[in-house]
């Protein structure tokens, strides 16, 4: 059916060329002008708050993707409050978290806006959230390696495509129906993006894999609307340190999150040497990594607390760097039993150092920390700091 006015598809009426130019005008003017506003908002000098111009053109695009539904406000709200989170005089924690929540919103608002989602539009929504989750700091970006885990995202999702649902089967000889995805396969094609580091570039290999395991098990005819979104959203909401998610997420589940003051010592023990510490009358933990031993298997001792010979052993503790993007895949270190590491840099290169905390034992006024003397000659065992009982 049509009219004057324009034609009736899918039961909405796309608006005359003229009308389409106008719209885009104003969107691009209004989009302009939110970028602008979010320029002059940013405040602080760390990657995720030089990014937010970047955030709010992505939000602005998905909330362009659903303008012919009802759910379009719902997505651009999120742009205001990203900046309004910018602007408050809070922590850092609480601002990255505010932004971040609003962006994640955002994106599960666009998702659950269409019962069908057009396969390119579900590839410009892969493709901008890999972005935003892998590509922050962008000083840190390799762009072929980040091309290459972008292309096999997009392969995941290509494996997920679905025809729509009810959609009628042409006649020979007219186009062919149009592909869908879901938000299930959305979140496949996210995940299977944020978990490979790319360092070294054999781990690209991993979204690829996972595409294909998908086509062979014809995982497409599962659909999983809520739980797609849920999935995404959570990714979302965590893009200021999605490094972490990637790579250190049993991190976010075991953290202490009980802030304890502690009493640096700062002291690197090659093996073979020994360390004498004076323990604070409230002392009750020892916190402890290593350096130059992601290498050595779990179990590895490598030194011990006297009095009470309290073995320090991989698995206890981890090396310091070992969660770094560039050293991740090689490390055969695993978060310690009770981390006690801080959190590093910021998006895909966020971190967690290997720093462990080590309970002393009851009573010693003064112990001392002997290295194993059979451990690499590089190896370190690093005493940090000495933790007082909460207050």
Known sequence: MSDGGGSEV?????????????EAVLWLAATALAVYAAARAVRFDTPIDRALPFVVVIIAAWAWCVRRTRWWPAVQLAILIAI???????????????ISLSVA????????????????????????????LRWIPFGDVQLFRELLVLAGALL??????????????????????PYSVTPIGV??????????PAIPLRTVALPYAIAFLAWIVRARRVRGDLLGTALCAAVMAMFPWSGIVARGLPFLLKQDREE????????????????EIR??????????????????????????????????????????GYMRRQHFFASRNHLPRHPAGSLRDYGYSAWIDGAARVRLPVGAGTIRVITN????PSALLQIEAVEMRGR
């Not at 899918?10 to 106008?22: D, H, I, K, L, N």
């Not at 003397?373 to 690499?376: A, E, G, V």
């Open 10 to 22: 899918a039961g909405r009426t796309s608006p005359v060329a003229g009308e389409r130019f106008s």
């Open 84 to 98: 309004a989170f910018e602007m408050m005089p809070l922590s850092e924690a609480a601002r990255f978290a505010g």
């Open 105 to 132: 919103a955002a994106f599960a608002a666009a998702l659950l806006a269409e019962p069908e989602i057009p396969f390119a539009r579900g590839a410009f929504d892969v493709a901008s959230v890999v972005v935003l």
């Open 156 to 177: 995941v999702l290509a494996a997920l495509r679905r025809a729509p649902a009810g959609a009628l089967r042409l006649r020979s000889g007219q186009a062919p129906a």
């Open 187 to 196: 979140a496949a094609a996210i995940i299977a993006a944020l978990l490979p």
């Open 260 to 275: 304890r003051p502690r009493e640096g010592i700062h002291a690197a023990l090659a093996p073979s040497e020994s360390f």
């Open 279 to 320: 323990l604070p009358p409230s002392a009750e933990s020892l916190i402890v990594s290593g350096a130059n031993v992601s290498r050595l298997p779990r179990g590895t001792t490598l030194g011990w607390i006297e009095p009470g010979h309290v073995a320090l052993k991989i698995g206890d503790l981890a090396d310091w």
């Open 373 to 376: 003397p059979h451990l690499p």
